[in-house]
């Protein structure tokens, strides 16, 4: 393994699991072989990666989260203390559906909030932000903050984490950094100025 990663002496990470440079995977930690995480991760206290599990680069997994398989995560994600995935629609204890996992796909940027849980086959959008307590059973588009039980868009999102507020219009700035954002659809806005 690589010396700039580091792993807590309770952690078990198995051998066949790829860990990318300057990643530290903290206490009570499993990674399980197959797992591929990037570079410059954090795996908080208690954190269960599975072996068909994709994180990409610079994502921060708070604690007691479980990423199970056919969870791909990409670069800059971060996933809130004890959020959870899931892989499968109807489980049952007496019944194998491991040939039944939905991928769940949460794309570069995103944030999920504390106690939040994404249901199977959802694909949360670039910059999406999931609040706390949320229940995400469908797509969320790129930009979104959703909240409450079933999950609904409650706002808008800049790639800096702050809300955006359109007003009356169809433009929106971070004002944190000055990008412009354009509403496209009732549903749906786009990053003006990169």
């Not at 530290?24 to 197959?34: D, S």
């Not at 990423?67 to 995935?85: A, L, Q, R, T």
């Not at 079933?150 to 800049?158: C, T, V």
């Not at 929106?172 to 000055?178: E, Q, S």
Request: aromatic share 8%; hydrophobic share 40%.
């Amino acid at each position: 393994m690589n010396d700039s990663i580091y792993v807590h002496p309770t952690a078990i990470v198995d051998e066949g699991a790829v860990i990318g440079a300057g990643t530290k995977i903290w206490h009570f930690c499993h990674v399980m072989k197959g797992a591929v995480i990037g570079e410059r991760c954090s795996l908080g206290q208690n954190v269960f990666v599975a072996g068909r599990a994709r994180l990409g680069n610079n994502v921060k997994v708070q604690n007691n989260v479980s990423i199970y398989d056919c969870v791909e995560i990409e670069d800059d994600v971060f996933c809130g203390p004890s959020m959870v995935f899931t892989n499968v629609m109807n489980p049952r204890s007496a019944v194998s559906r491991k040939e039944e996992y939905m991928t769940t796909r949460v794309r570069r940027g995103a944030t999920i909030g504390a106690n939040a849980t994404i249901i199977c086959g959802s694909t949360l959008g670039e910059y999406a932000f999931v609040g706390a307590g949320a229940v995400v059973k469908g797509d969320i588009p790129p930009y979104a903050m959703v909240v409450g039980v079933p999950a609904r868009i409650a706002g808008w999102m800049s790639q800096h984490g702050e809300r955006l507020n359109f007003g009356t219009g169809d433009e929106a700035v971070c004002p944190a950094t000055g990008q412009r954002y354009r509403r496209v659809a009732k549903d749906r806005i786009e990053l003006v100025e990169p």
